[in-house]
């Protein structure tokens, strides 16, 4: 095939303001057709305001969330102290600062949301690639999200209203009134996101510190419990600092880098809206890893702190705070738990899928309809499997979501900064017949460097619970390295196989 394509508009023509930032020119129309619409096109200068608070701020209250929490609990609970578990969080997350910074860049000096950013290496139409994928991951953890925040409003009412509403007669294992609000927390999720970004950011600002004094109200709670910080400090690690250890390290690693490996690709949903690069580099320098590290931090002491009252730890903190007899505590802990819940799980999980979506049928779905699609598939994936234990949910599930967006990361970075340096052709990327429609609107060299990236990060995978066995058992010795291998295989792959393609075709 050949790298035409239908007669297409005449393109806008886009200016570089003295800053760097690069938008449609003023006396140029917006980029029109079916691969366009109002909310994928490009944020005007004057319209990217995001200081270096409010990104941090984001982090903020996407870090300090229940997933986050039962992420770092998890790992108590499957034999770590907490100095390892610390340990693995701060390293994973530095390492996913930089992916999430490389890929950032192109949000506030263009404008553009992932879906329409990525379509520069995978072609106009191959973008609905990695977009699908990243949103069918969106929708798992918002499904799980959701769960824990039905989990939250349950154990709420359950306390108000008595034995009538927390032994309830059990449907598909849980109780019918669980499943009520599951429903009632998916629906007020999808009444925000409704209102749009701006009810985002604003919503950020002040969940993001109401959150962190719970998690300090949490930690009070149970080293009272404990009788001091002692015993929190003082449980031991099961594992020891030896094979046992090192054994689970590379996975665990994998697996909490893998939390984050979805904004790592769709940070520009966000940064998109940012007053300068300064404001998106040290809002997220500030604000993720060391909010999740200090999160981490008070998850496995609390979590060390219920092993040391209740003999076991409780990675849940629904279920640990549910533990509680002071109603005033309760109601305080649970309150946090919903606040943490909705913060992370529209801003994560709703914003990326709703664009994603939308870049398929630009005429047709919305960034509204996309979200409303995000929610109902988000039930259909049936969260509540994913959640049941910390060995599915860190290994399996973080595992396979962060080898396989791993893979894509690898092709945006080498794309961006290796081979455009940086320079991309705004109207080319919402119209046939440019630069970036390559043949027939998919670049199969993108193509070809994911299945291969994927196949070798994720194909030697236990996917237990979700399917017995590994689907390819002779690369078993990778998949512990999962999103490190997708990763670098994708990145060497594309960018041979662009080379290979001619340098002076890649250039703006």
Known sequence: MTDTAPTAPSPSAQVTLPDGRVEIAPDSAAPTGPYANEDLLPVPARKRTWTTY??????????????????????????????????????????????????????????????????????????????????????????????????????????????????????????WTMWLSFAIFWAIQVAIIYRGMETIRRFENWAAPFVLVGAFVMLWWMSDKAGGLGPLFDQPSRLGWGADFWKLFAPSLMGMI????????????????????????????????????????????????????????????VQLAAKTDNTVGLLYALVTVLVATLSVNIAANLVSPAFDFSNVAPRKVSFRTGALITSVLAVLICPWKLYSDPQGYIFTWLGLVGGLLGTVAGILIADYWVLRRTRLDLADLYRAGGRYWYDGGWNWRAVAAFVVGGVLAVGGADFHPLIDGRPVPALKSLADYGWAVGLGTSMVLYLVLMLLRGRERITV
């Open 54 to 175: 409010n990104f941090s701020a984001l982090w903020v209250g996407m870090a300090h969330n229940t997933a986050s929490w039962t992420l770092a609990s998890g790992l108590i609970a499957v034999g770590m102290d907490w100095k390892q578990a610390v340990l693995v969080i701060a390293l994973a997350n530095l390492i996913v600062l930089v992916p999430m910074l490389l890929t950032g860049h192109a949000g506030p000096k263009y404008g553009i949301p992932f879906p329409v950013f990525v379509r520069a290496s995978f072609g106009v139409r191959g973008a609905n690639l990695p977009a699908v994928v990243r949103a069918l991951v969106a929708c798992g953890w918002f499904g799980i999200q959701t769960w824990i925040g039905g989990e939250a409003i349950y154990f709420l009412a359950g306390k108000l209203i008595g034995d009538d509403w927390a032994n309830a007669s059990k449907v598909g294992g849980h109780a």
């Open 258 to 317: 893998g939390f984050w490996s979805t904004l790592a690709l769709n940070i520009p949903d966000f940064t998109r809206y940012g007053r300068s690069q300064r404001a998106q580099t040290w809002g997220q320098a500030l604000g993720l890893p060391t909010t999740m590290t200090l999160f981490a931090f008070l998850s496995v002491l609390v979590t060390s702190g219920s092993q040391a009252v209740y003999g076991e730890p409780v990675w849940d903190p």
